[in-house]
């Protein structure tokens, strides 16, 4: 399967990653209790396929997905 995403939503996706990282990381399953978790975006499997990133949005506002 090839999965794509269009360049403007990565644009959008990049940019929200760059303003979160600065707020904090949120570990996936695997990294939970490790202190150095690398800057990075996830590719999650729910009711489709998505693309995140691993930023904390400030509290009362979603992450950005595409």
């Known amino acids: 399967m090839k999965l794509t995403f269009t360049n403007a939503n990565l644009k959008l996706l990049w940019a929200s990653a760059e303003a979160q990282w600065p707020n904090g990381i949120r570990p996936n399953y695997v990294q939970q209790g490790d202190k150095d978790i690398p800057l990075g975006f996830w590719i999650v ?22």
């Open 45 to 66: 499997g729910d009711e489709g396929v998505y693309l995140m990133h691993n930023g904390t949005a400030p509290e009362g506002t979603e992450n950005t997905v595409t």
